[in-house]
């Protein structure tokens, strides 16, 4: 086991190096965790019947999975043919709770959760699947450490672009939804795919045992977020409840960021408010609405959470460019891979505690 904490150790001490919102960027390629790099081996299940996780974490990457892996002592591992070479097996505890990382952006996402559903050997038909992951936050829902849980999760790649220096004048920016004619239309093709609203029980539960937690927070953070004139970017980090937008594209800026605010409610309705940036979740969602579909899950049993690494939005006197080169120096990935454990657990060890209270679905509060 030593050999095994030693190499985790080394894992989170890349962490200044990794990536944004389970994906790449400008700083994170040179000295992230290699891709064919992976975790020592374990001892195996044992043997029997179907596993049946109570809870199954999903991360995006190395450093999003290792502080779950430690913390939750998850020294079983499960080899799954078909997940990413780097993270080949589900990891898991003696409370059935396990974790996946799937590999980052929308191909390795849903080719690692299919492979979980489909080539896993697990019964995870009363599992509680929690995304948890880090992204960019909108400072004007949050700051540097922030963890938030969605209510809705947007997708934001699944669009129309027109280059912004091509766009008719008036435009915001050179987005607008597929079947639309300008960036204030809704979609009109596959709307359902660009949307998902998670289950309401759940959040509010999820939110109601986790809101008082202490989030990690740092000096640098501090100073970082100092450069913003306003709250919350200006404020501690805290549990918050807003939502997320994804796309394989890493965005940042003050027009991409107002788009991302734009289209988000324009697609529910004008009831959801994003605040972080992310790269994989809705590939996942939608791998896990189809299993609900089949009955291989109960997709009213999950929820998603991240937690922010860099402000997607400069302060003023900063350039869009700068801020989002130096996005993951400002001091706030560190604090967002330790918090979206720390916004977490606390759910997590509730359901296998009171597990003959959430075995059915979540308990009416």
Sequence with gaps: MTGRLTWLAIVLALAGCSQH???????????????????????????????????????????????????????????????????????????????????????????????????????????????????????????????????????????????????????????????????????????????????????????????????????????????????????PPTVVQCDITSSDTWIAGTALIQRARDWTSLVTGGRGVACMSAQEDNATLEVLRRAAAAGLIDFGRVAALRAGSDFAQPSEGETDADQLVTSLRAGGLGLSLNNITRATVPLIQTIVRDWSSWREGVPRR
């Design 21 to 235: 919102g389970g994906g790449g960027g400008p700083d994170a390629a040179a000295d992230a965790p290699a891709e064919d790099a992976a975790l020592p081996d374990a001892a195996g299940p044992d043997a029997g019947g179907p596993r049946a996780p109570k809870v199954m974490v999903i991360n995006m990457f190395l450093n999003e999975g290792v502080s779950f892996i430690l913390g939750l002592g998850l020294t079983e591992e499960i080899p799954i043919p078909g997940l990413a070479r780097s993270t080949p097996a589900v990891h898991c505890n003696a409370d059935d709770v396990c974790q996946l990382t799937t590999g980052m952006g929308y191909a390795n996402a849903a080719a690692s959760v299919t492979a979980l559903l489909h080539r896993g050997g697990l019964d995870l038909t009363r599992a509680y699947f929690i995304i948890a992951g880090i992204g960019g936050v909108d400072p004007t829902q949050g700051t540097l450490g922030t963890a938030a849980w969605a209510r809705y999760v947007v997708d934001y790649g699944r669009s129309n672009e027109i280059d912004a220096r091509e766009m008719p004048a008036g435009w915001a920016y050179g987005y607008f939804g597929l079947g639309a004619a300008t960036p204030a239309d809704p979609p009109t093709e596959d709307p359902e795919s660009v949307v998902f609203q998670l289950n309401e029980d759940l959040l509010q539960a999820a939110y109601a045992l986790t809101k008082d937690a202490v989030l990690d927070d740092s000096a640098a953070a501090a100073a970082s977020r100092a450069r913003y004139a306003y709250a919350p970017a200006n404020q």
